[in-house]
């Protein structure tokens, strides 16, 4: 069974910069698409980024656009999440997740990802 892992969370202080690994057990160009999404405490889980692997197209949520960049490296089969300037409202716990869907710049919706890791806290306080 393919397998993801985050990993790069933590305390960072306001105006920081984290970056985000997701690692996964399988090639990650048989995927459609690689996406990470966050969950804050009594919110709803949200897309943050996804990634196309036939083409690396690209989608980013308005609340994170400019400060955010996903990557990938095919030869590790590993996506990135670099996220600077980071705020107080960007604490969450951090997941990465696979799709057969193609990222599109709507994104892709959160029910057609089918694997999912066990996320990543990230916490910006000071």
């Known amino acids: 069974q393919a397998q993801l892992v985050e990993s790069g969370g933590g305390l960072v202080q306001p105006g920081g910069s984290l970056r985000l690994s997701c690692a996964a057990s399988?090639?990650?160009?048989?995927?459609?698409?690689i996406g990470w999404f966050r969950q804050a405490p009594g919110k709803e889980r949200e897309e943050v980024s996804c990634?196309?692997?036939?083409?690396?197209?690209?989608y980013y949520a308005e609340s994170v656009k400019g400060r955010v960049i996903i990557s990938r490296d095919n030869a590790k089969n590993t996506v990135y999440l670099q996220m600077n300037s980071l705020k107080p409202e960007d604490t969450a716990v951090y997941y990465c997740?696979?799709?057969?869907?193609?990222?599109?710049?709507?994104?892709?919706?959160?029910?057609?990802?089918?694997?999912w890791g066990q996320g990543t806290q990230v916490t910006v306080s000071s």
């Open positions: 399988r090639f990650i160009l048989d995927y459609g698409a």
């Open positions: 997740a696979a799709s057969s869907y193609y990222c599109s710049g709507y994104g892709v919706d959160l029910k057609l990802f089918e694997t």
């Open positions: 990634i196309a692997m036939s083409d690396g197209n690209t």
